[in-house]
DNA sequence: CTGAAAGCGCTTACAG
DNA sequence: CTGAAAGCGCTTACAG
């Protein structure tokens, strides 16, 4: 490949006056020189060597993206909202999949700062766990100081900008929606305990339960990861516990279409016999059958808003928390509880 | 942040010495200085700069995937399977979502050039586009000529390693398995045919049919997108010009997603009026309602493979493409046809 | 307006 | 076993 120094050559000029046109400076250069570097570059096939670029600028454009699952249409939504928006300003994006994995997670930053990216997202809730916590904060506050921005799209430990998503609020709002449709027994299918966002959504629900004079039974509550089969485990469990419940509320539109699927395997209609309700509002919930009542995310303009977050950050700016309501989305998976 | 010759100065050896130890050199080095070197680099919690290491070894352990979407659940499972290798290695994945576009395309390409990043995987099929394949090519093939990886994971017109996908042969034994549940009129919604895979699929399908002795009917025949609404705007119209259907096959689960809402919709029964089927087994195909017939590809090992497959490159080898069969999965969504 | 030179942070023959 | 030095391909004060 052609280096500045062949261009240079061919044009019969420096290594700094190619520099200069190639690398758009405002360091002023004579017309007739400028394109003689243009042409040079062009006959050449010139690609300028972004690792080169990078080292002495001290400027990568590359955003790491840690996300739990690229293979979750949530992240992967959101990824995409992310792309579109450092694409347009020359940024390219790393994806790093933790899995929830505090280690994974550790390991995916450390490797980011040897990039040396100008932006880390982290676009999944937080792990709860002390340690994890401790030695991300260490890492990305040094990474702060050097100038990195650090952005987060979900509840978090540490305290960076990004964008606050009301999920208790909107877990809430959910509840006393199948409240009013005439629910009282309300089953919770709750995603894993250690990640923050699970935890909120629970006490929406819980908080909502409450306000309304209904006391919290936790033999309406379980837990599983936020995929498909987390949820029909789970519902399996509920329906087992408490077989007089109306509705169910899942965490995710992930564990809702597995607790559909297992409501279908049972011969159970919805929402004649069971109201089940989502979380997210994935692309796939205005598809299946009924189509999903949820709480809306928007994904795709969430991770548009953690790239100019970002970029905000980059350009020196303090940018405040952005809160984003989430509202209801109701389709036809929820409807009034069958009477007793 | 601490650079190699800090490190040095602190361990009080030359940064030739830090760099063996830290860089894992078969270069040997006494075991005292090692220990020293070592000790140094964690009290300065030293990180390599993978940029300078790069741009020296001319390795960078990027790998740039290129999809279609990455919202698409199709591209993103694969791009899990992808990353999984790639992480396993000490390898990162840039994520370009092309859209299907030549232009959007070429610039991403032209742009993973610039990072010298050790592979490119193409996920998609290519672009029928005359002017696009060329560029594409001759930047390719320069890349290949520097060493660089060149990874096809779906039909491609420029000539490089990968999997083979059996599209049209998978397409054509799921309309076997259709015309052996009794149907003879079977629509077919077609994918974008500017995409190689969707011409492939429409092949298998016709040649089916003809071998079957029916002949090919283009009113049929329908195309859209890759989405969930452009396979419910086919089906409209294919309901409008067949009414006698009694099955439909999607060329993607995510137009057959499409498919059935419009089919529940209409209150139509699948499979009890029309059965449906779809192509990719995407996660979502199990849990729709009902369950989706639908002609697998292991999306999650194809990403896989396409990280070993750069790997062997990159080490020198020269990888034969891997032929891929693509089983049929049943599901519920298709049954016997019903008596005219 | 142009160029020589230093420097970004590494690796790797080469010499000892 | 260790180190001095060149070099990867850029950018950017500094001097003219």
């Known amino acids: 490949v052609a280096s500045l120094g062949d261009v240079a050559h061919r044009a019969q000029v420096s290594v700094a006056t190619v520099s200069r046109v190639l690398s758009g400076s405002s360091h002023p250069v004579r017309n007739v020189t400028r394109e003689r570097v243009l042409q040079a570059a062009t006959e050449l096939d010139f690609r300028p060597n972004a690792l ?24 992967a939504e959101m990824v995409r909202g992310l792309e579109d928006a450092a694409n347009a300003t020359g940024y390219q994006v790393f994806v790093c999949s933790s899995d929830r994995d505090p280690d994974r997670e550790l390991t995916y930053v450390r490797t980011l700062l040897s990039y040396r990216v100008d932006a880390i997202v982290l676009a999944g809730g937080v792990i709860e766990d002390r340690s994890y916590q401790r030695e991300l904060s ?6 702060e100081e050097e100038g990195g921005a650090v952005v987060t799209l979900a509840p978090h430990s540490h305290r960076a900008s990004g964008v606050i998503l009301e999920n208790r609020e909107g877990a ?16 919770f299918v709750a995603g894993p305990p250690q990640i923050r966002s699970s935890r909120l959504r629970l006490a929406g629900y819980r908080q909502a339960l409450e306000a309304f004079g209904l006391t919290y039974d936790e033999q309406l509550l379980a837990t599983g990861w936020f995929t498909p089969s987390g949820g029909a485990a789970a519902v399996c469990e509920l329906l087992d516990r408490a077989p007089d419940l109306t509705a169910i509320l899942a965490s995710s ?3 809702a279409f597995g607790v559909l699927k ?20 994935v692309q796939m919930a205005a598809y299946v059958q009924p189509p999903l009542t949820t709480v809306r995310i928007p994904t795709y303009a969430l991770g548009n808003a953690g790239a100019e977050i970002a970029f905000e950050i980059l350009a020196g700016g303090n940018p405040r928390p952005r809160r984003l309501p989430l509202p209801i989305v109701e389709r036809a998976s929820t409807g009034p509880a069958k009477a007793s």
Not at 52 to 75: M, Q
């Open 52 to 75: 080169a670029k990078g080292l002495v600028t001290t400027r990568t454009n590359i955003i790491g993206a840690i996300v739990h699952d690229i293979s979750d249409p949530y992240f």
């Open 138 to 143: 260490r890492l990305l506050a040094g990474f």
């Open 172 to 187: 809430a709002s959910m509840t006393h929606h199948l409240l009013a449709l005439g629910h009282r027994r309300i089953g």
């Open 253 to 255: 539109d992930a564990m």
């Open 262 to 281: 297992e409501l279908a395997d049972r011969g159970i209609a919805v929402p004649e016999d069971i109201s089940v309700a989502g979380f997210d509002d």
